[in-house]
C-alpha cells in the first residue's frame, strides 16, 4: 500500500499529503525504512536482486534501490530490494 501511494504521490499533490501524513502516523508507532543507496551491502537487510558495474562506488555498495524496505520496531518486515555494485577489475595486473 505505501509503494501504491508513494507513486500516486509522484503525480498527484493530494495524493502527496496523503502518502505524508500515513508515514507520519506509522513512523510514530515504529515504522522506519532501511537505507540502502550508498551503504554497505547487508544480507541482514537487503536483497540483491542485480549486480552493477559502476567504478564510482566502491564493492558490495548498494548503487540503486528497486523497492523499498522497513523496520517495524527494530526489525525486518520488508527487505530492501537493491542493485549491488561489483566494479570491472584490470585483467591481467600482478
Known amino acids: 500500500m505505501l509503494d501504491s501511494l508513494e507513486?500516486?504521490?509522484?503525480?498527484?499533490?493530494?495524493?502527496?499529503?496523503?502518502?505524508?501524513?500515513?508515514?507520519?502516523?506509522?513512523?510514530?508507532?515504529?515504522l522506519v525504512p532501511i537505507e540502502a543507496v550508498g551503504k554497505k551491502f547487508d544480507p541482514y537487510r537487503h536483497e540483491a536482486l542485480f549486480q552493477v558495474k559502476r567504478d564510482d562506488l566502491e564493492e558490495d555498495v548498494v548503487a540503486e534501490e528497486i523497492q523499498k524496505g522497513y523496520l517495524f520496531n527494530s526489525r525486518v518486515i520488508r527487505f530492501s530490494k537493491v542493485a549491488v555494485n561489483k566494479p570491472l577489475k584490470a585483467e591481467g595486473c600482478k
Open 7 to 30: 507513486q500516486a504521490a509522484k503525480h498527484d499533490e493530494g495524493q502527496k499529503v496523503l502518502h505524508m501524513q500515513l508515514l507520519g502516523v506509522l513512523f510514530t508507532e515504529g
